[in-house]
């Protein structure tokens, strides 16, 4: 069964940075497409950002391109995503998914807390 | 981007009788929509994609329709683990995109 532990998250100041994890197990890791969605205290799911199997195609949501980057290592079955230039906008739960950004999302990772203040 | 739209955004059925949730989408999404359930605390659990086919596991109670731009989550028979958020997304278009959720309670 695959199941995916994010982790990596906690408190950031408004500039600032984090690295978020997410260690996969129970299936082929290196065919799928990853996902990372976030959802903000007492709101809905946003898409973040997807990349490949293979590692060589990625894709954004607007409100992150150039501050967000995701990347994969398959020889660790772990996939990542470095958050720079935090905003209070940032503040989220961090889930990483399996799921292209033109399909369902299935299963997810139990979240990472992301919270971004001075 | 696409922006779906749920309602209501809460929902009071009582226990045993039957649920009916709506998600629009702003421009036609063909099937490509799927619905998820979140218990508090919890990540999303996906119930149903291409609008209504239920993933593995998932109870036959839990019933989806709709194409194009509506579409419909049905529960019924109401059990009490039921009582908790649905997000419907679709995914015929990059970004995907996600409603903002309908809280169903226990009326």
């Known amino acids: 069964e695959a199941e995916l532990v994010e982790s990596g998250g906690g408190l950031a100041q408004p500039g600032g940075s984090l690295r978020l994890s997410c260690a996969a197990s129970?299936?082929?890791?290196?065919?799928?497409?990853l996902s990372w969605v976030r959802q903000a205290p007492g709101k809905g799911l946003e898409w973040v950002a997807v990349i490949s199997g293979n590692g060589e195609t990625t894709y954004y949501a607007d409100y992150v391109k150039g501050r967000f980057t995701i990347s994969r290592d398959n020889s660790k079955n772990t996939v990542y995503v470095q958050l720079n230039s935090l905003r209070a906008e940032d503040t989220a739960v961090y889930y990483c998914a399996i799921g292209s950004s033109v399909g369902w999302f299935d299963p997810w990772g139990q979240g990472t807390l992301v919270t971004v203040s001075s | 981007e696409i922006v779906m739209t749920q309602s209501p955004a809460t929902l009071s059925v009582s226990p045993g009788e039957r649920a009916t949730l709506s998600c629009r989408a702003s421009?036609?999404?063909?099937?490509?929509l799927a619905w998820y359930q979140q218990k508090p605390g919890q990540a999303p659990r996906l119930l149903i994609y291409g609008a209504s086919t239920r993933a593995t596991g998932i109870p036959v109670r839990f019933s989806g329709s709709g194409f194009a731009t509506e579409f419909t989550l049905n529960i019924s028979s109401l059990q009490s683990e039921d009582f908790v958020v649905y997000h419907c997304?679709?995914?015929?278009?990059?970004?995907?995109?996600f409603g903002q959720g309908t809280k169903l309670e226990i009326k």
């Open positions: 129970g299936f082929t890791f290196s065919i799928y497409a």
């Open positions: 997304q679709q995914y015929n278009q990059r970004p995907p995109t």
């Open positions: 421009q036609s999404v063909s099937d490509k």
